[in-house]
């Protein structure tokens, strides 16, 4: 198998970054596909962790070609701290490779996320104001400028003029607030230009070529299934799909050279952001999890809510993106736990329900239906075999697979490299 493909299946940050940053040692290409500086991903090499929002996981291996996809959307100044970042701690960047069709992220995006979340009021999404959501909404209205575009001063200036004069337009007329003035914009992005020139490439034909080279490709899920814009739970979703066909889509690879999907599963859940999440739990056992498990955004340090795992949530992942394998995270953060709850179907109106509600108001009226697991009361950060595991956590893990119907692959009881274990050959 030469191409794999990592996913989150929950509300994201279920350690997709560790999980990649394992897989990595084997690959000879990591790729990022969706999303932008939204995404947090941390990921411990020796004891130091290393917070990544755009860069790839690989970034951290010597010789591993790093790329941001067509379908990444890119701030360029966040980006360029993040390589400094990178090169200051002694890392080579030098085989990162951008996509010339990615869009890029513009002041205005970040100014618009942060009105338009203010004029929702109460039906606000919780964004990470980032700019992402108006990025994407300028790619799909057809006014965004892509890297191509910036890479060339001419293109660039023209394009800026124009959305710069109707985006002031939007920001003073219907949200009252300054818009940008043009000619600093200018200038502070050409700055930007000149420092990512060398990275630039069309980035399908070198994964086309890896991949005819038999050459081994990773591909980095940002965000997280009920975070799809198609599929998650809409409205309060991100705008890109990290469904595994975002991959392919935001990659430029054909989706039949995708041959495997992982997709990771915390071990219980957590959500940043508003919306719905039928298992969050509001009470002492949910604190716990979030203090055993410092459960705090990697980007905007909010408090996540924390709940039980939602099986239903992961079967629904797995019938999205045809997940091959899971890849079990954080297990260990429930080691202390009594007991242990697992939802393995949704109740509405009396009745269990088979497909995952399209509509947030019978989601928000589902009843989870629960089944209870005895806790294992034992460590298991030291644990290196799948066999060695409690047995109170192996029937928990085996219940999940079940009705999730998918088989495991990955548990992971650390964040440490070596606090891995294989139960299935991925690559
Ligand atoms: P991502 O966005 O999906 O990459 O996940 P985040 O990096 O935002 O959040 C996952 C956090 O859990 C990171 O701090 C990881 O270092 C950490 N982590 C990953 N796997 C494990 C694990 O099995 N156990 C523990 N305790 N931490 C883990
Ligand atoms: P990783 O890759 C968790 C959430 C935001 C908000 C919604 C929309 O680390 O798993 P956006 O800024 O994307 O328009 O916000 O999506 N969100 C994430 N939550 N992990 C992420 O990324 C997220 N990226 C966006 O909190 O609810
Ligand atoms: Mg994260």
């Not at 860069?55 to 100044?77: A, E, F, R």
């Not at 795992?309 to 997940?323: E, F, M, N, T």
Request: charged share 25%; proline share 4%; glycine share 10%.
């Amino acid at each position: 198998m030469s191409t794999v493909v990592v996913m989150g299946t929950q509300w994201g940050d279920e350690g997709k970054g560790k999980v990649v940053d394992y897989l990595a040692e084997q690959a000879d290409v990591v790729v990022r596909s969706q999303g932008g500086n939204n995404a947090g991903h941390t990921v411990v090499v020796n004891e130091m962790a290393h917070k990544l929002q755009l860069l790839p996981s690989g970034i951290l291996y010597k010789g591993k070609t790093c790329i941001l996809g067509n379908g990444v959307v890119i701030d360029p100044g966040a980006l360029i701290t993040e390589i400094k970042n990178m090169q200051a701690k002694g890392f080579d960047t030098s085989a990162l490779r951008i996509s010339n069709r990615a869009h890029v992220i513009l002041p205005y995006h970040q100014l618009l996320d942060e009105v338009e979340e203010q004029a929702r009021g109460a039906f606000k999404i919780g964004t990470t104001k980032r700019g992402i959501g108006p990025c994407y909404m300028d790619k799909m209205a057809r006014v965004g400028i892509r890297i191509v575009d910036l890479m060339d001063e001419e293109e660039f200036s023209a394009k800026l003029e124009r959305n710069i004069a109707a985006k002031n337009h939007l920001l003073k007329n219907v949200y009252g607030v300054e818009g940008f003035e043009y000619e600093a914009v200018r200038k502070e992005y050409l700055a930007y230009a000149d420092f990512l020139r060398p990275y630039v490439a069309d980035t399908s034909y070198i994964l086309s070529k890896a991949i005819k080279a038999d050459k081994k490709v990773l591909f980095e899920g940002a965000q997280a299934t009920m975070l799809d814009l198609d599929h998650g739970t809409y409205p309060y979703v991100t705008s890109s799909n990290p469904i595994a066909g975002g991959a392919s889509v935001g990659s430029g690879v054909g989706p039949s050279k995708l041959d495997k999907i992982i997709g990771v599963v915390k071990a219980y859940n957590t959500r940043v952001g508003e919306g719905p999440f039928p298992t969050e739990l509001n009470d002492e056992i949910g604190n716990q999890i979030r203090e055993t498990g410092h459960e705090y955004g990697t980007v905007t340090g909010r408090p996540r809510r924390c709940g039980w795992l939602d099986a239903c949530v992961v079967r629904y992942a797995g019938h999205l993106s045809g997940i091959d394998y899971m890849a079990i995270t954080r297990l260990d953060i429930l080691d202390e736990l009594e007991t242990l709850k697992l939802c393995v179907g949704y109740k509405y109106k009396g009745e269990i329900i088979g497909e995952y509600p399209a509509s947030l108001k019978v989601l928000a009226a589902v009843e989870p239906v629960y089944e209870e697991f005895a806790g294992w009361k034992t460590s298991t950060c030291a644990i290196r075999k799948y066999e060695d595991l409690p047995l109170n956590a192996r029937k928990y893990l085996e219940r999940l697979s079940e009705v999730a119907e998918i088989p495991l692959g990955i548990v992971s009881v650390g964040p440490n490299r070596d606090q891995t274990m294989i139960l299935k050959p991925l690559f």
